[in-house]
């Protein structure tokens, strides 16, 4: 009798459509990570008319994925073919994002594939402290001094003055303090650059690499004649060699010094960075409130070839007061690169998501308002763009991602493997581009 019970209940399991076979076998995972791209406590905006509910799909398995290809009216990405041409050009990649890039995903499968086609051009851009606990970059770990940093971001962090590096962050210290870098055997930077805040309070920064090598600067404006109050703040950088087998590099700190981040990369030879850039809770209209200026010196400092805007897993949960305000504000950004010279732009759709109402799984209708509010933005700048959510298969998508294991159970990140699939897709995308301007 109980070997005839377990046969007909897993005989019903089999049966069951596979959102709900998903929540028997996570149980109660899902609404742990509900608000996961959001942060805590951030409420769910109800989407206008309800869409087909995708509890009642009789689809037949998993959508063929189709080869998207990128929208690049204005030839944006001309700027970067251009410089893959050139035999003895750094070309830096900087990939900003949301939580979908967290953990290094997507970035790091994209600096693969660029660098075994065209040259390891170092790691790039980093936090010179772990900017949140589960913080990580493939080939990098960090110690610092605890209690003496405060750690600004974009969301869900301080942000008192705008302030932020390119990387969406900022860590300050008051007095003495630390932070320590530890590089895996694969580096291959021959190059280390400390970018950090100048202005009227006094503070003084130390790099040391492997404690052979050190250099130390005061980050006090000193050639103004105004008085300190009325002294401008600008972004400066603290640049030395370092050998390619380098491990360690520590950074002191004493005074007060804001630091936005430290670049490894490697200079005078042909190769890329492919720069992981991720804001935590951010969304792309809160960009246009950084300090613009700030923004373009670092951007002026290390001139990218291109930069990667990837955003949507938390605009579609909530994108401000309105979409033409978010759309207006993603252009206020997007213009900020689009005005650079020999500087392409990519803006990368928000994927799927799935929500639950009335107990059904259904597309969230707002992300086709924020792709759509996006795709205008970057063609009214004249970026590129690329269709992300209709790279994955459309509307519903990311359910067949799940039964593939691609992602996490909220129905709305990507797991490694899925961003090293959503890497494959855009890398295709990538290449067929570039393929036009040889």
């Given at each position: ?53 995708l ?5 037949s ?110 860590a300050?210290?008051e ?12 580096n ?21 690499v492997d ?9 006090q ?14 972004t ?21 010094v ?29 960009l246009?409130?950084?300090d ?38 993603v252009?206020?950004?997007?213009s ?20 639950r ?14 792709l759509?509010?996006?795709r ?17 298969g ?30 494959r ?14």
């Amino acid at each position: 009798m109980v070997l005839a019970s377990f046969w007909l209940l897993l005989i019903l399991a089999l049966l069951l459509p596979t959102p709900f076979r998903v929540v028997l076998r996570e149980g109660g995972s899902r609404a742990k990570g509900r608000n996961l791209a959001s942060g805590v406590g951030t409420p769910v905006k109800s989407p206008s008319p309800a869409s087909p509910s995708l509890e009642h799909d009789k689809g037949s398995g998993i959508p063929a994925v189709h080869d998207q290809e990128i929208e690049d009216p204005a030839e944006s990405l001309a700027a970067l073919a251009h410089a893959l041409k050139h035999p003895h050009t750094l070309v830096r990649i900087l990939h900003i994002g949301d939580s979908q890039i967290d953990l290094d995903h997507i970035s790091a499968d994209m600096r693969q594939r660029m660098q075994s086609r065209h040259g390891a051009g170092g790691h790039g851009l980093l936090p010179v402290i772990r900017p949140w606990r589960w913080f990580r970059q493939r080939g990098i770990s960090y110690t610092a001094q605890k209690g003496l940093w405060d750690r600004f971001r974009l969301g869900g962090g301080k942000r008192p003055d705008n302030r932020l590096g390119l990387g969406l962050l900022a860590a300050q210290s008051e007095g003495y303090a630390w932070s320590r870098i530890a590089l895996s055997a694969g580096n291959v930077a021959n190059q280390a650059s400390l970018s950090y805040l100048a202005g009227p309070k006094r503070g003084s920064i130390e790099l040391r690499v492997d404690k052979s090598h050190i250099k130390r600067i005061e980050t006090q404006v000193s050639e103004h004649r105004a008085p300190k109050h009325e002294r401008p703040h600008e972004t400066r950088l603290l640049t030395m060699p370092i050998p390619t087998n380098a491990r360690v590099l520590r950074i002191i700190t004493r005074g007060h010094v804001r630091l936005f981040g430290l670049a490894l990369e490697r200079v005078g030879q042909k190769g890329v960075t492919w720069e992981n850039l991720p804001a935590i809770s951010g969304r792309f209209h809160q960009l246009a409130q950084l300090d613009g200026t700030l923004f373009e010196q670092q951007l002026k400092l290390r001139p990218p070839s291109m930069v990667v805007f990837q955003f949507g897993a938390n605009d579609a949960i909530s994108y401000g007061d309105s979409i033409a305000s978010y759309k207006r504000n993603v252009g206020i950004t997007l213009s900020r690169i689009t005005k650079l010279p020999n500087v392409a732009c990519l803006v990368i759709g928000p994927l799927d998501q799935l929500e639950r109402r009335g107990g059904k799984l259904q597309s969230r209708r707002s992300v086709e308002r924020v792709l759509n509010a996006q795709r205008s933005a970057a063609r009214d700048t004249g970026c590129a763009f690329w269709d992300a959510h209709a790279a994955m298969g459309g509307a519903g998508s990311i359910q067949h991602w799940r039964a593939r294991r691609l992602t996490r159970a909220d129905f709305i990140h990507l797991n490694k493997r899925g961003a090293a699939e959503l890497a494959r897709l855009l890398d295709t995308a990538l290449v067929a581009s570039l393929q036009r301007f040889r």
